[in-house]
């Protein structure tokens, strides 16, 4: 059956055979779940569930493109730790980890090339929902995507490596489910836990901006457009 084939796969192949069916997910519940809105919005967090749906396939169509160019890759952070998510980027330049330690490069070190351009689907969709966070004329420079196959996780960070940190976070999800860790200032700040779905889209800044957050290690499963993955793009202002 082609959706068991497509959910054999690993990686950014399983991209390719996607079908052009909606998720089973309800825009109408998720708008109406007012404790989980309300949970994040006290501390500074704008969730806007299936905001990225309606261009869905553009979305996925330039992750595939950048994957082709610029190839999803594992990371060792500096202690030499091995990252459970595999990542790529695009725009001016990358956010990438080595035994060197955390920056921004203008060149692919996988490639030795520029990282592929920022997409204009990319772009507009992160100044839009900037925009209805409170965040007027928000344009991101540079997107780290993410990809967690079931297991992955990210630990509790802050993104801190952007030169202007007046400028927020825009954050999309897509593919399985996820639990999206925000926490505070310190990182022994209790982090909040927002379930996160196909098409969500979530955004910090400003007092927030340095936030702890992270996701908890996603579980297995079949999402019926992007199969056994979950893919998550950060676009930001990097330089
Ligand atoms: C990140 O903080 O870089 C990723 C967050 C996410 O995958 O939702
Ligand atoms: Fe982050």
Redesign the pocket.
């Known amino acids: 059956m082609a959706r068991g084939r497509l959910c054999a796969q690993a990686g950014p192949r399983a991209l390719r055979h996607r079908s052009s069916r909606r998720t089973a997910l309800s825009l109408t519940d998720d708008l109406f779940d007012g404790s989980a809105a309300e949970g994040a919005a006290r501390l500074g967090l704008t969730h806007l569930p299936g905001f990225a749906l309606p261009c869905e396939q553009t979305l996925l169509a330039d992750i595939e493109a950048i994957a082709t160019a610029a190839p999803f890759r594992h990371m060792l952070t500096p202690g030499g730790q091995r990252m459970s998510v595999a990542m790529t980027n695009c725009g001016a330049v990358g956010w990438v980890t080595d035994r060197k330690g955390y920056r921004y490069d203008p060149l692919d070190p996988a490639t030795g090339r520029a990282w592929p351009a920022l997409p204009a689907s990319f772009a507009a969709l992160a100044a839009r929902a900037a925009s209805l966070a409170g965040f007027a004329r928000f344009g991101p420079d540079v997107c780290?995507i993410?990809r967690?196959e079931p297991g992955a996780r990210?630990s509790l960070?802050q993104?801190r490596d952007e030169r202007d940190l007046s400028a927020p976070i825009v954050?999309l999800?897509l593919g399985l489910d996820?639990t999206?860790l925000f926490g505070g200032l310190k990182r022994s700040d209790k982090p909040f836990r927002l379930p996160?779905r196909h098409g969500d889209v979530v955004v910090w800044g400003g007092a927030t901006r340095l936030a702890y957050?992270?996701?908890a290690p996603v579980v297995d499963g079949c999402h019926p457009v992007v199969g056994r993955m979950r893919l998550?793009l950060?676009m930001r202002r990097a330089r």
């Open positions: 780290l993410n967690y990210m960070h993104d954050s999800s996820a999206f996160l957050h992270g996701v998550n950060t």
